[in-house]
């Protein structure tokens, strides 16, 4: 029988599962919901129990599965280790090896999820034909991952792909999440967009459809509404398009990939958000015109259960 993987993404509401060819066709997927009663002693136990009906539904044999990928929110260390995952209750806890057990010894391998969802775009997705990408995830926040040589570069502290917590803007005086001012992720995030739209408005009096919002301004108000011409709108995309540009060149600089991959959900702007993000870009790179692209991603939320997937077929 052709040998078999599956991708785990846990997530704070629920689980994505995916049963995988190894050339990375995706046969089927499926969740389960992530229980984090007592300290979410319970989620792998679930993860396992779903894993183990398939795979005797489907008649595979265990000896079939080269192994089980899985994607967690928090720092994981190389041999799996997690200090904290503060949104499944998790602390002092090797998820990687608990699973194993449960299956029977199987093959488990870990990452963290922002790492493990730049790993599947680059295996299947944005960065299919690349072996060196640079994810960025603009969603609530801003995540990353980087894969070099099609490996997750998690760096000692596994702090390797904060790109949101990245200190970008002087002058800033409110603090982001992490504790930090200026950060990427206050500026490109969704949060971000919509803090700086009611910034602009609160700022003056011009005109801009954006104001029938107010303060319930959404990041995809501001888009929909520079896309259809808002000077006041694109104004707060013209700044985030500045600093995103800047964060992607100083990454360049330093890790010189092949492709940044922009994912999340305001990258449903799509290459009208390119555009605007390379102008910055190419203006603080001009060393060199032989560089990283910059592209969207096109797995969507089943990146992280293909990157999962892919963990363990190295």
Not at 193 to 209: C, F, H, L, Y
């Amino acid at each position: 029988m052709e040998k078999k993987c599956i991708g785990v993404d846990i997530g704070g509401t629920s689980v994505k599962l995916g049963l995988f060819r190894e050339d990375g066709k995706l046969l089927l997927k499926w969740e389960v919901p992530t229980r984090k009663e007592d300290g979410g002693r319970y989620i792998l136990e679930d993860v396992s129990a779903s894993i183990l009906s398939l795979l005797h539904e489907r008649e595979i044999r265990a000896e079939d599965v080269i192994g089980v990928g899985m994607g967690v929110p928090g720092p994981v260390m190389p041999d799996g280790y997690v200090e904290v995952c503060v949104n499944l209750g998790w602390r002092d806890l090797n998820p990687q090896q608990e699973l194993s057990k449960l299956l029977g010894g199987m093959l488990v391998r870990s990452g963290n999820d922002a790492n493990v969802a730049a790993l599947g775009e680059m295996w299947q997705g944005g960065g299919m034909g690349f072996t060196d990408i640079v994810m960025v995830t603009l969603g609530t926040g801003v995540g990353g991952g980087v894969i070099i040589d099609e490996k997750i570069v998690a760096g000692r502290h596994g702090l390797a792909g904060e790109i949101g917590h990245i200190h970008i803007r002087e002058g800033e005086t409110e603090h982001c999440n992490c504790g930090g001012v200026g950060c990427v992720e206050q500026i490109a995030s969704a949060t971000g967009i919509a803090r700086e739209a009611r910034r602009k408005m609160a700022a003056g009096d011009a005109p801009s459809a954006l104001r029938a919002f107010g303060d319930q301004v959404t990041a995809k108000d501001v888009l929909d509404a520079a896309k259809a011409g808002d000077a006041l709108a694109l104004e707060v995309v013209e700044l985030v398009g500045h600093y995103l540009g800047l964060a992607l060149a100083q990454i360049a600089m330093t890790v010189d990939p092949q492709m940044f991959v922009i994912g999340g959900g305001v990258s449903r702007a799509g290459q009208f958000l390119i555009d605007i993000i390379d102008r910055s870009y190419q203006k603080y790179t001009p060393i060199s015109q032989n560089k990283g692209v910059i592209g969207l991603a096109k797995l969507g939320n089943d990146a992280g259960i293909y990157g999962a997937a892919r963990l363990v077929l190295d």
